[in-house]
């Protein structure tokens, strides 16, 4: 089964800093990637989705996948607090339909 | 206006009693469907999906099924719950072949 796994656990990062997540996942035949954000007042939201090595750049938040090193990771330019929240990573081997997340970053961005 | 409504927003059951939640999409034609599951702490799992009526695909294995009897409406149900059914039920559609998806609201179940 597919195994994702996400660092750091959380973050901590001044307002207007680059924030950098990763994910590693386990499965190299997986062809669908996906950055969700988990925030306390309004829900879940996917930010961004890629599926091929390179970059995709959502607004101010952009994915980097590598799939020969079965990584993938999300950098937000210019943090603002209200983008404190848990950032997840999800995985699917099996195009848009069944995605395998991970347990999430915590993010706080300090004004 | 919510494109997408769950109901209950909360509940609290006994273990062994039946259980059914449910969700409805407005306004959009032929979306696809999910149900996801997180335990608190813990990571959240998709447990079904759904690209037609009457179609449901089951991802995860949590003694829960799922029904989709009407385009808009998805429905997750079990007979008996357990006490490990306890958590945040979330539903989400996303277009026909979309690279998206959209959330709705939750339902916190806790099964005591």
């Known amino acids: 089964q597919q195994k994702v796994q996400q660092s750091p656990e959380s973050l901590t990062v001044s307002e207007g800093a680059m924030a950098s997540l990763n994910c590693t996942f386990s499965?190299?035949?997986?062809?669908?990637f996906r950055w969700y954000r988990q925030h306390s007042a309004k829900g879940l939201e996917v930010l961004v989705s890629i599926f091929s090595d390179g970059e995709k750049e959502e607004g101010r938040f952009t994915a980097h996948l590598n799939r020969a090193n079965l990584h993938v990771s999300l950098h937000i330019r210019e943090p603002q607090p209200s983008d404190s929240a848990v950032y997840l990573c999800a995985v699917s081997m099996t195009g848009y339909q069944n995605f395998y997340f991970g347990k999430g970053t915590s993010l706080t961005v300090i004004p | 206006a919510q494109t997408i409504h769950q109901w209950p927003v909360a509940e609290i059951k006994a273990v062994g009693s039946p259980l059914s939640l449910g969700c409805t999409i407005k306004g959009k034609s032929s979306p696809n469907l999910y149900w996801y599951w997180q335990a608190t702490g813990g990571t959240l799992q998709q447990l079904f999906y759904s690209i037609t009526v009457g179609q449901v695909e089951s991802v995860v294995q949590l003694n829960l099924s799922a029904s989709r009897p009407k385009d808009d409406q998805f429905i997750l149900s079990t007979e008996k719950l357990l006490l490990s059914h306890s958590g945040f039920y979330l539903c989400a559609w996303s277009p026909w072949g979309g690279v998206t998806q959209y959330f709705g609201p939750g339902t916190r179940l806790l099964v005591l």
């Open positions: 499965d190299g035949t997986s062809n669908n």
